[in-house]
């Protein structure tokens, strides 16, 4: 089973910065693609970035310049580092990864950006 565990989340101003991990375990034998995802209440939940095996990036309109997504040496890790903060950032940041072709999520962490 695979397991994707979240950290860093929490309460900033805006204007601030915060830096989500996310760490994937158990039986992972290729991971293609990891991303975040965030979900404010009453909406969908969206795209927030990407990064492929081969490192190729990809970000919402809306984050593009604030955001940085990478991923640990070890390649089960993937982080979202998040500058410049907006209210309207908030919401719970899910982690997502495509293992051996199967999609597996998060928990869910809650980012708050007050103004």
């Known amino acids: 089973q695979v397991q994707l565990v979240e950290s860093g989340g929490g309460l900033v101003q805006a204007g601030g910065s915060l830096r989500l991990s996310c760490a994937a375990s158990?039986?992972?034998?290729?991971?293609?693609?990891m991303g975040w995802y965030r979900q404010a209440p009453g909406k969908q939940r969206d795209l927030v970035a990407g990064?492929?095996?081969?490192?190729?990036?990809n970000y919402a309109d809306s984050v593009k310049g604030r955001f940085t997504i990478s991923r640990g040496t070890a390649k089960n890790t993937v982080y979202l580092q998040m500058n410049s903060l907006k209210p309207e950032d908030t919401a719970v940041y899910y982690c997502?990864?495509?293992?051996?072709?199967?999609?597996?999520w998060g928990q869910g962490t809650q980012v708050t950006v007050s103004s």
């Open positions: 158990g039986s992972i034998l290729d991971i293609s693609a």
């Open positions: 990064i492929t095996s081969g490192a190729s990036t």
């Open positions: 997502r990864a495509e293992i051996s072709r199967r999609s597996y």
